[in-house]
């Protein structure tokens, strides 16, 4: 589907928008505007394909945390994609661990985090969220779980991501690059970039998000990153917004950046706005660090309005509703 994308240039701003189904795509305004609902936005190009996924319950009328799920799942089987779900790369010492986690319209909220062995760490995190009465099941005890509960257990590492492991493994040099997409976009492979984070507003008007990813390659065996951790990778508020975040995992958790989003927004601030601001304090505490590392934030109102930022440039984002279908708008960014 990637050969289908055009580069559509826009003028006043000099922004580029990169856009797939270009029927649908000639009305579409920037800087996003009010979109109403039912809407699903979600991080990356990858996040394309998931809405369209997530779409297929949100225009039968379906609630918005079952759009999550069956969106996000779409990238975690995706045998080409090495940043989420059951083909992503491993920690360094071989082992794939994933994160997730989901939260809905009543502000419950289910995570996985160094979970192994499972594909679907969305839906470990959803039957964590209905099934237990905890948040948060980690490591072993997710897997135990997530096997009495009847999901499948199976090694994840593929062929490649092995050898992309064995390869690093020549120098484990210990540091990942993330989603800073013109250094780190390898040939053949579409994929490469991160996690991905969704937020839906259904026909009702109420919020969900999910969010789930394989986290930094090569990373230290046991290291949970920003993405199922309530508050840092993903927040919902049904009376607000919701917030999602991709990249260095430990600068959005140090400022409990989707949260802050959120926040934020409550305060006034628009969508983009809020993302700039919580883009900014990461900045602001570690300018040098900033230099050198992607963060995203990617968030929506009550309204269905929606807004991105980001530190560095290359992040992106798609958004579905009735009017127009796999849009992909790059994300405001700092440097
Ligand atoms: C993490 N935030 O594990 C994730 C990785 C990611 O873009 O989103 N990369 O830190």
Avoid at 29 to 35: C, F, K, L
């Amino acid at each position: 589907m990637y050969n289908r994308r055009k580069f559509i240039k826009l003028s006043a701003a000099g922004a580029s928008l990169a856009a797939l189904s270009a029927s649908k795509i000639a009305r579409a305004a920037t800087p996003p505007a009010t979109a109403g609902f039912p809407i699903v936005i979600s991080t990356w190009d990858f996040g394309i394909v998931a809405n369209k996924e997530a779409w297929k319950t949100l225009e039968k009328g379906g609630r918005a945390l079952d759009a999550v799920e069956a969106g996000v799942r779409i990238p975690e089987a995706d045998m080409n994609n090495h940043t989420v779900g059951r083909a992503g790369y491993p920690d360094r010492d071989g082992h794939v661990t994933l994160d997730a986690c989901i939260m809905d319209e009543f502000g419950n909220c289910g995570s996985v985090g160094a979970i192994e062995y499972i594909a679907h760490p969305i839906s470990v995190a959803r039957a964590v969220m209905e099934k237990t009465p905890h948040v948060m099941l980690v490591g072993d005890g997710a897997t135990q779980f997530a096997v009495e509960q009847g999901f499948k257990k199976e090694k994840l590492l593929t062929p490649e991501s092995e050898k992309a492991w064995k390869e690093w493994l020549k120098t484990a040099k210990y540091s990942p690059v993330i989603n800073i997409e013109n250094k780190q976009h390898a040939p053949g492979n579409q994929y490469n970039h991160d996690t991905i984070g969704m937020l839906a507003i259904d026909a009702k008007g109420n919020l969900s998000g999910a969010c789930t990813t394989s986290g930094m390659a090569f990373k230290l065996h046991g290291r949970v990153g920003d993405s199922p951790i309530i508050g840092a990778g993903l927040y919902v508020d049904n009376e607000v917004g919701g917030a999602t975040s991709t990249g260095v995992g430990e600068e959005v958790i140090r400022n409990v950046g989707s949260f802050l989003v959120v926040e934020l927004m409550r305060q006034g601030m628009s969508p983009e706005d809020a993302c700039k601001e919580a883009v900014h304090r990461i900045i602001k505490k570690k300018p040098d660090t900033a230099k050198n590392i992607q963060v995203g934030f990617l968030a929506i109102n009550k309204k269905g309005e929606y807004g991105a930022y980001a530190i560095q440039k290359g992040f992106s984002f798609a958004v579905c509703n009735a009017e127009k279908q796999d849009l992909l708008i790059p994300g405001k960014s700092f440097y």
